[in-house]
């Protein structure tokens, strides 16, 4: 139990766990008054023509309020992890909320623009309640940003100025960097998928959200987080999904250099092969061969971060 509470943050997750939970009670609360009131079954998706895929009533609220539930906990839970770092502990809360209160948007935009009508298919999500919704979806992110405070029971600043006392040539060896596209990159990928899923609003919400998910899973795979210990090097898209985990004992070769990303496949996680590319641009790069014929890509920030972590990985030259 100890063990447990030492990697969660408690108070974190019980919010974690039962705001989504109540968030999905009260929309199938809210939900269910109407139901008198709309068509059976009832539209789920629509086009420019009307409703084309149907549901009955209860289905859509019981699906709905466990899509709200689920979504958000997954993502809030993320929050309470205390060896996230802080500001992406932040960011998981704030997405969490946002999102659970964006899909009770969807939902009841969907459900409204059907009250009193004979046919679901003639009717459209209300786009009254989905503006609406959305603003205060935004707004309710950014408060939630705000205003969560992670409680740290032991921050990695302690880890670090441990080390350093303790052990001052490993600490020296452990260390953290981020890689990532050019800024221009996100602002066009923003572009795109804003008004993609803006124009995507008048055929159906769901295929907008979609659009808006890819966007955001696109712009994930263009940022990557380099974890090095004197132990092993792990890459990570976002922070998040491993593409990587080099235990330094394998290594047989280690350099760094310039790559072009076309050369392996283009950007993202490629693997052909024994061959493994986690980069996010052309650019300054990490090679590594290990013992097995693995070879390792991935992207570094700049040439003496690239020279660190092939120096950890035991290779001095260059490539």
């Known amino acids: 139990m100890a063990e447990v509470d030492a990697r969660w943050d408690r108070k974190a997750v019980r ?40 549901v009955p009533f209860p289905l859509y609220l019981a699906g709905g309020a466990v899509l709200v539930a689920v979504i958000g906990i997954l993502l809030c839970l993320q929050a309470g992890l205390e060896a996230r770092p802080p500001i992406s502990r932040k960011i998981f809360m704030a997405g969490g909320v946002g999102m659970s209160m964006f899909l009770v948007t969807v939902l009841g935009a969907g459900l409204m623009g059907q009250v009193d009508a004979r046919d679901a298919r003639e009717t459209h999500p ?7 919704g959305s603003g205060a979806t935004v707004a309710l992110a950014v408060v939630m940003f705000m205003l969560f405070k992670p409680d740290e029971q032991w921050s990695p600043r302690d880890e670090d100025a441990l080390l350093d006392v303790l052990e001052p040539e ?47 899973a696109i712009a994930s795979m263009l940022m990557v987080r ?36 076309r050369a392996f496949g283009g950007w993202g996680y490629r693997r052909r092969g024994k061959l493994v ?43």
């Open 15 to 54: 919010f974690a766990i039962g705001y989504p939970i109540l968030l999905a009670a009260g929309f199938a609360l809210a939900a269910f008054t109407f139901r008198t009131h709309v068509p059976e079954p009832v539209a789920w998706l629509w086009d420019a023509d009307g409703g084309r895929a149907f």
């Open 126 to 132: 209300d786009p009254t309640v989905l503006a609406s």
């Open 170 to 216: 490993r600490a020296r060896n452990t260390f953290v960097f981020w890689a990532h596209a050019r800024s221009s990159v996100f602002v066009m990928l923003a572009i795109l998928g804003v008004n993609l899923s803006l124009l995507a609003l008048l055929v159906s919400p769901w295929i907008s959200l979609a659009i808006l998910l890819l966007s955001m």
């Open 226 to 261: 380099v974890s090095v210990d004197p132990d092993e090097v792990r890459v990570a898209f976002a922070g998040v999904v491993r593409a990587a985990r080099i235990p330094v004992a394998r290594v047989l070769r280690a350099g760094h250099g310039a790559v072009s990303a």
């Open 277 to 319: 590319s986690a980069l996010v641009a052309s650019g300054e790069a990490v090679d590594v061969l290990c013992r097995d014929g693995t070879r390792y890509v991935f992207s570094a920030k700049d040439p003496a971060i690239a020279e660190r972590v092939s120096d950890v990985l035991g290779g001095t030259s260059a490539h």
